[in-house]
């Protein structure tokens, strides 16, 4: 599966931006978004703000879960007490078959059809599946404990992009853990 990981601030403005594949089940942790949709997942992400803006006020909860899908890609949600939105854009790669093969190594041959037809009771071809919401929701928590840690930055200013190498490397041993 491949993850696109977004912060958004409270301007609707990003904050940081990670992209990164799944490192379970064999996995080598690079991102296999096509490259003709690799420049839409920002858009993607931004146009789920407004479901998010509608969901949040339905449930106490700051893990909203799965709130958009896009084609294929599925888009989740965890909110801060601040109104800082952790959005994180996962699409499931479809699993190898005889005839697939090539396709399977190579994401820009293999067809929209082929990836929203493929069922696999895999949990990285499944992201709708309890395990992968599990997964998701602590990836989240981790993910908000070491933006907790920014804040209290004190050279760190509400709603400014988060540069810090720091912060990028946790939020990706994060996703290597969990995702």
């Not at 080598?28 to 509608?54: K, T, Y």
């Not at 190898?96 to 929209?112: Q, R, V």
């Not at 920014?150 to 190498?165: A, C, I, Q, T, W």
Request: with cysteine; glycine share 6%; hydrophobic share 35%.
């Amino acid at each position: 599966m491949s993850y696109y990981f977004c912060i958004i601030g409270t301007k609707d403005n990003p904050l940081f931006e990670h992209e990164f594949g799944t490192s379970k089940a064999g996995g080598d942790g690079i991102a296999r978004f096509r490259p003709e949709a690799r420049h839409m997942n920002q858009f993607v992400v931004h146009s789920s703000l407004d479901i998010v803006e509608e969901v949040q006020w339905l449930t106490g909860n700051m893990y909203l879960k799965i709130i958009d899908r896009f084609q294929s890609s599925h888009i989740s949600c965890f909110l801060t007490g601040g109104n800082i939105k952790f959005l994180l854009l996962h699409l499931p790669t479809p699993p190898p078959s005889a005839s697939g093969a090539s396709s399977a190594l190579n994401p820009s041959t293999s067809s929209l059809s082929s990836r929203v037809s493929s069922s696999s009771t895999s949990i990285a071809a499944n992201p709708t599946s309890p395990a992968t919401e599990e997964a998701i929701r602590q990836f989240m928590t981790e993910v908000y404990e070491v933006w907790v840690k920014n804040l209290m930055n004190p050279f760190y200013r509400v709603n400014m992009e988060v540069k810090s190498p720091v912060f990028r490397q946790r939020v990706a041993a994060a996703g290597r853990k969990y995702l």
